[in-house]
C-alpha cells in the first residue's frame, strides 16, 4: 500500500543486490537507519549518492520500501563520501586506504584531478602506471555512464528505459543517441519510432532529418505487417508515411530510395488482385527473405516425385457423389478447389468468413477417408488444431507435435 510519493536525496549502503534487485540505501542525514529501495539502477556502487523519486510502499514480507520511479547521479559532497565511494570497488584494485590517500592528497579537487589529469595520482605512495591505467579506465567507464544518464533523463527518458539504452551502447550512448537517435528503434528492445521520435526531438533532430523519414518509412511498413501485410505498394507507403512524418511525398519517396539503397527494404513486382495488375512493391528486408525463402519451398514440395499416385484415381464424379451424399451443395469455386487440392500437391485455400472454407475442407476430408487416404490435420496453434478438428470432425494436432519437435531436450516428444 502506497503511502506517500515523494524525492529523496540518498547514499548506497550497500550493494549486494544485482541491478534489478533490492538495495540499502541511507537517506541524508540518517545515515545510521538504512531502508530498502526497489527498482531499476545500473552500476549500483557504494558510496554513490543519488536522487531518487518515487513513492514509499509497504511490502507483505519486507514492510516499507521505497519504490525507484527515476534517479540520477549526485557528487559525494564530503571528504569522508568521497573516500567511501571511490573506495567501494568501483575501481578494481583501488581500496579505502589508498582512495583517503588520494582525498587527503587533493581534498574537493579530486574529481577534478581524475577527469582531467589523473597521472597526478602518480605522486600517490602505491600508485604506479600500471595501476593508474586500470583507474583512469574505471573511472572513464564511470563518468561515461554518470553522463550518459544526465544526458539522457534531461533528454526526457525514465530511469528504466535509460538502462536499457546504455546496457546497449555503454560509453558510446550519447555520440549515437546525439547523432542519430532513431537507431535506437532499431537496436533497444521496447523502443519504437514514436518513443525515439520523442528523444529526436529533445535532442534537436530536424523534422525534415533523413534519419526520422527512413525510421518513419520502416514503422509504417512494421505497422502493416502486425495487419497480415509482408509488403505495401509504394505509393500507398509514401502517402501514409508522409501523412504520419508530416513531410512531402517527395521526400518519402527519396526515402525509400535509400532504404532499398542500404538494403534495408527490397522492392519487387507484385500482383494485386484489388487492381488486377502488377505494381511496385516495398518489403522490409526480413520478409522478403522469409518470402523468397517460401518460394524455394513449395517449389521443393511441388517438384518432390513421391507421395501423389495414389490420389491420382480419383475423380471429379467421385467427388461430386460425396459432396451429394453427405448433403453439402458445393459450388463451382469449391468443387475446383477441392479438386484442386487432391490433384495438385500444394494447394492454398483462402478467403473471408463465411465464404465456405470450412465447408470446402471438410468435403476434402471425407473424399480421402472414403477412398481409404489417412489425412493428417495440421495448424500452427493449438487453439487453431481445436478449431479444424471441431469444424471437421477429425482428430488436429499442432504442427510441431505431429513431427514429434519440442524446443526443450533432444528437439523430439518422448
Known amino acids: 500500500m502506497t503511502t506517500y510519493r515523494g524525492s529523496i536525496k540518498a547514499i548506497v549502503f550497500h550493494n549486494k543486490a544485482d541491478n534489478f534487485g533490492t538495495l540499502s540505501f541511507a537517506i541524508d542525514g540518517h545515515e545510521d537507519e538504512p531502508i530498502r529501495a526497489v527498482g531499476i539502477l545500473v552500476d549500483p556502487q557504494k558510496g554513490a549518492r543519488l536522487e531518487i523519486d518515487g513513492e514509499w510502499v509497504s511490502h507483505p514480507k519486507h514492510g516499507a520500501q521505497f519504490k525507484i520511479n527515476q534517479f540520477s547521479f549526485l557528487k559525494p559532497e564530503s571528504i569522508e563520501k568521497q573516500v567511501v565511494f571511490l573506495g567501494s570497488g568501483l ?10 590517500k588520494i582525498v587527503e ?29 586500470v ?7 564511470h563518468r561515461g555512464m554518470r553522463e550518459a544518464f544526465i544526458s539522457l533523463q534531461a533528454w526526457g527518458v525514465p530511469s528504466a528505459l535509460a538502462v536499457k539504452i546504455y546496457d546497449r551502447y555503454k560509453e558510446l550512448t550519447i555520440p549515437i543517441i546525439s547523432a542519430n537517435p532513431y537507431k535506437l528503434a532499431e537496436d533497444v528492445w521496447g523502443i519504437g519510432f514514436v518513443t525515439a521520435d520523442k528523444i529526436a526531438q529533445a535532442v534537436g533532430i ?11 518509412i520502416i514503422h509504417v511498413l512494421q505497422k502493416h505487417a502486425e495487419n497480415g501485410h509482408t ?23 527519396k526515402g525509400i530510395d535509400r532504404l532499398v539503397l542500404t538494403k534495408k527494404c527490397f522492392r519487387d513486382q507484385v500482383y494485386w488482385w484489388t487492381t488486377d495488375q502488377a ?54 469455386s469449391q468443387s475446383q478447389a477441392v479438386a484442386g487440392a487432391i490433384h495438385n500437391k500444394i494447394s492454398i485455400l483462402s478467403g473471408g468468413p463465411g465464404t465456405g472454407k470450412t465447408t470446402t475442407l471438410r468435403v476434402l ?32 494436432s499442432t ?11 533432444e528437439g523430439v516428444y518422448p
Request: net charge neutral; with cysteine.
Open 399 to 409: 504442427v510441431h507435435r505431429a513431427l514429434g519437435f519440442s524446443p526443450e531436450g
Open 105 to 133: 592528497k587533493f581534498g574537493d579537487k579530486t574529481f577534478d584531478i581524475l577527469d582531467k589529469t589523473p597521472e597526478r595520482l602518480l605522486a600517490i605512495p602505491g600508485i604506479g602506471q600500471k595501476k593508474l591505467d
Open 231 to 253: 509488403c505495401m505498394p509504394r505509393n500507398l507507403l509514401c502517402t501514409d508515411s508522409a501523412q504520419i512524418l508530416g513531410v512531402p511525398v517527395a521526400d518519402v519517396d
Open 279 to 332: 505494381e511496385e512493391a516495398i518489403f522490409l528486408a526480413q520478409f522478403f527473405f522469409e518470402e523468397a525463402k517460401l518460394v524455394q519451398l513449395l517449389k521443393r514440395l511441388r517438384q518432390c516425385p513421391n507421395g501423389r499416385s495414389s490420389l491420382d484415381s480419383i475423380t471429379d464424379e467421385f467427388i461430386s457423389q460425396v459432396a451429394g451424399k453427405t448433403e453439402i451443395k458445393l459450388s463451382d
Open 135 to 141: 583507474i583512469i579506465g574505471d573511472w572513464k567507464k
Open 91 to 100: 575501481i578494481h584494485g583501488l581500496g579505502l586506504s589508498t582512495a583517503a
Open 206 to 216: 530536424k523534422h525534415s532529418s533523413q534519419d526520422r523519414i527512413d525510421s518513419g
Open 365 to 396: 476430408v471425407q473424399i480421402c477417408e472414403l477412398s481409404d487416404r489417412k489425412v493428417l490435420l495440421v495448424s500452427p496453434t493449438g487453439r487453431a488444431a481445436k478449431r479444424l478438428a471441431s469444424s471437421t470432425g477429425n482428430e488436429a
